[in-house]
């Protein structure tokens, strides 16, 4: 394990426990200046973000998901139990050519990250997602008594060998016959998440149905020395249908209309029963690195925390079988919840931060990013009723060009939750900003916001942003 120097105390650590410790707690160690948001590592901007974010509503998109996530291969008999001791949703039925959203959570039913399992044979599974979910499928692989191997194929940035797979992604009214087309003829029905096989004109590719933007098409993936050849086959034979490769800029963008709350601060800073996890962890891990941003300010870091039904995930929730935070769920199933909804920003309050920019020294708002606009690994800012009261958190950022407005991801209280109520949104920092240098000196203000339901769907087609 690599050793490193906190900068808080000027001691060499080794764990993320030793850099808890260093730095005074988690909220101490969160609170420093950290990696900020996670990069995708692709181009900027193909053309402009504005047309890559409304090809996936108007024609179709070309994302390059190649290189942004880890991957985990699990491989052995036990495979499929292994991940039932971690997941709170159940494998029943799991096997090749399936995929499932796996959560993971904590001995007390806080989530530590989420995936997609991907079943590629009879027990081998590819896991796809974020840092956290990685360090403790290996964790447990690695220390556990099930019979299992494990290795990771590490994203781009991290990997001196090269990536294993290529992954594409094609969304939009026009995927279908985009992919029919290079395919050579129709292509094989696949349900929602559940893979199939097409071809890319001589390259043979394995496909899943989940539809990250909100609109018809496909995630695929093949060899990665073959990821060029089948880029450019693509983008030929889609050309004359519009098809567009969306950049970073526009790929930041498409979680929050599709609902993803990708910031979760993983749950395992705190707790004597993850000691040993975090004893495990280096203090150069993913968890030691990123920092906490926004409006919203507690001194409990479990109020960072998130429950499955906090970020959309109740519904799979099942203790029909033994996993690690089983218990704890089982209590907090009928206990109150926050709910996963859409704020509409008023355009008038997003103006008025705009226009302080003209403003001298403090009296200006924090700068909103375009087109996301958060600005550290895990952002929380408040969300109140006009009398100051809190009633949730809004996290992911971003203005949509689909919707022609800000919007964000927020995570409301289910006994407030009113679609088409307006709220206030506390924007920047409190006291001037912070220690990071992703933050400058400002002033915070409010935003008036509506709650709404998520963009796009048959509840609020034909909707506007209110101004």
Known sequence: MATVVSAESGRAVRSLEDKIEAAGGPLALLRAPGSGPLPFPVKPEFTNWRDEQESWRRTAVLFDQSHHMADSSIEGPDTYSFLSSLAVNSFSGFGPMKAKQLVVCNDEGYVIGDAVAFCLAENHVR???R?????????HAESGAHDVSYRRD???????????????????????EILERVNGGPLPEIPFFTMGHFNVGPHRVTALNHRMSGFPGLEFWGPYAEGDSVRELLLDTGADLGLTQAGAKAYSTAAVESGWIAQITPAVYTGEALRDYREWLPASSFEGGVDLAGSFVSDRIEDYYATPWDLGYGFIVKDDHEFIGVDALRRLADEPH???????????????IFASLYEQGDRRFKYLEMPAGWYGSMQYDRIERSDGSLIGLSR???????VRGWISLAMVDEDALAYGEEVDLVWGEPDGGSASPAVERHSQTRIRATVGRKPFSEATQGSSVRA
């Open 338 to 352: 926050r709910q996963k909804a859409w704020l509409y920003w008023h355009r008038d309050d997003v103006v008025r």
């Open 127 to 129: 896991v796809v997602g």
């Open 131 to 139: 840092a956290p979910i990685h360090s403790w499928l290996k964790y």
């Open 154 to 176: 590490e994203r781009t940035v991290h990997n001196a060998k090269g990536r294993e797979l290529f992954r594409f992604q094609v969304n939009g009214p026009n995927a279908t």
């Open 396 to 402: 992911s950022i971003a203005y949509s060009s689909n």
